[in-house]
């Protein structure tokens, strides 16, 4: 089994906590250490009969191979992480696939992402480095996801759309085929994308129109 620390114990933190024992269940794959939080009351605390072990920084002097995860909303968030742990060799950013996410032919996924319970990726899906697919969304067939973003829950996603780095797709949403959403666009929730969105901003309504 690979030790692995969860970044974070908040409410994401115990939804990975609960999809890292289902992926147990099924094969030994993870010795969950615990949490490096940031969070000063959080120091000493547990979580889910998990400890805290410290902030972020001890991952700079853990003493042996360590696998982490980054459940946090926030494509900003996990993107300072991923550069504040850049020098530390030890560390390594664990790929997740819960149990009851579906895959089907072609997919790839870059270290660091997250498939959610009930998501659902199709065919030749791609999902690029520190992704989440959060629960219960939908890509359908060639959807290209770049690195960093973040897919909220009961997102849909139809075919052949570009979502590129640092997208925030909010709870609900639906984005038609065919559409490219620029870097850093954040689309609200329960939002219809009609058209493509370049420009940076937030994108909320049905269709989707920028806030100004």
Not at 57 to 68: A, G, M, S
Not at 134 to 163: E, M, Y
Request: glycine letters at 12%; proline letters at 5%; aromatic letters at 6%.
């Amino acid at each position: 089994m690979k030790d692995l620390i969860i970044i974070g114990a908040g409410k994401f933190a115990r939804e990975t906590v609960w999809m890292l024992e289902r992926i147990n269940e099924r094969e030994p794959e993870w010795n969950i250490l615990g949490y490096a939080d940031d969070t000063p009351e959080k120091q000493g605390t547990q979580v889910y009969g998990l400890p805290v072990l410290g902030t972020v920084d001890v991952l700079l002097t853990w003493p042996r191979e360590v696998w982490v995860t980054m459940p946090m909303g926030t494509s900003p968030g996990r993107r300072s992480l991923v550069q504040r742990l850049a020098g530390a060799s030890h560390v390594h950013y664990a790929t997740l696939k819960a149990c009851s996410a579906l895959t089907g032919k072609n997919m790839k996924i870059g270290e660091g992402s997250l498939l959610c319970e009930h998501t659902l990726c199709t065919v030749d899906v791609t999902i690029g480095r520190h992704s989440i697919v959060n629960v219960g969304s939908t890509l359908s067939h060639d959807v290209v996801v770049g690195d960093f973003v973040t897919i909220s829950p009961g997102v849909t996603i139809c075919g052949n759309c570009v979502l590129e780095d640092g997208c925030f797709i909010g709870a609900g949403a639906t984005i038609i085929e065919q559409l490219h959403i620029g870097p850093g666009v954040v689309v609200g929730a329960g939002a219809t994308v009609v058209r493509s969105l370049t420009q940076p901003g937030t994108y909320v309504g049905t269709p989707a129109r920028k806030l100004e």
